[in-house]
């Protein structure tokens, strides 16, 4: 069973809806990291989280440190929004090791 | 707004060859990684590295592959005699402090084993 386990793995959405990505995990973790993976392959962190909940823009993260969960939200969803995201831990018993979810291959059609 | 970057953006070399890939971490950050993902797989973990040692590596870092800071600015890592499996995309990381802290990534360089 993989550590860390997203889903769905694939979203098609209409332009302008609201989107959530799930990540649940079954370590101990000392942070959980949402990335963006474009079709180029390029990679950007989006968010780090250890508790609660950030924002920036349209994007929302929340985790929940007991229930080992972690969602990812997109209000009002926009086709430059298509890309994987990817949903990575850092574990408490290792330092610097991150350890990735397969991936939400998002897909916001106009 | 700094970056990461990575040469070459692609790399082919026939398998049994010796390949250097490069990377420029960000200046005053501490920590760097090297992570690779074989297309249609997840990214997957390789290496970081801390005052000029390895601090951790995965099982795939075996003796075939190693990383040198050899100045102040770049980061390398070198795969000695390449097989068609190491056929993936890499890519380099570093951030201020370790897992806990927000990491930036590179471009990535492909690199094809023929």
């Known amino acids: 069973k993989n550590e860390v386990e997203q889903s769905p793995q694939n979203l098609t959405a209409q332009e302008g809806e609201f989107i959530t990505i799930n990540c649940s995990y079954s370590v101990g973790i000392s942070a959980l990291h949402w990335l963006q993976q474009h079709p180029g392959g390029g990679i950007v962190s989006l968010f780090m989280l250890s508790s609660g909940k950030k924002k920036h823009g349209r994007l929302i993260a929340t985790i929940n440190i007991q229930e080992k969960h972690s969602s990812l939200h997109i209000t009002a969803s926009h086709p430059r929004d298509s890309a994987v995201y990817i949903c990575?831990?850092?574990?408490?018993?290792?330092?610097?090791?991150?350890?990735f979810g397969e991936g939400t291959q998002l897909t916001v059609n106009p | 707004e700094p970056e990461v970057t990575q040469t070459p953006s692609h790399q082919v070399t026939q398998m049994g060859q010796e390949v250097i890939l490069r990377c420029v971490p960000i200046s005053n950050h501490l920590y760097f990684y090297w992570y690779r993902q074989i297309l249609g797989q997840k990214v997957e973990f390789l290496v970081s590295f801390y005052n000029n040692e390895i601090s951790e590596k995965s099982e795939i870092f075996d003796d075939q592959f190693s990383v040198e800071r050899p100045d102040g600015s770049n980061f390398t890592l070198k795969i000695r005699s390449t097989k068609l499996e190491d056929s993936a995309m890499y890519f380099c990381?570093?951030?201020?402090?370790?897992?806990?802290?927000?990491?930036?990534f590179g471009p990535g360089t492909r690199l094809t084993v023929l």
């Open positions: 990381a570093s951030s201020q402090r370790t897992s806990g802290s927000y990491g930036f």
């Open positions: 990575a831990v850092g574990r408490e018993t290792s330092g610097s090791r991150l350890t």
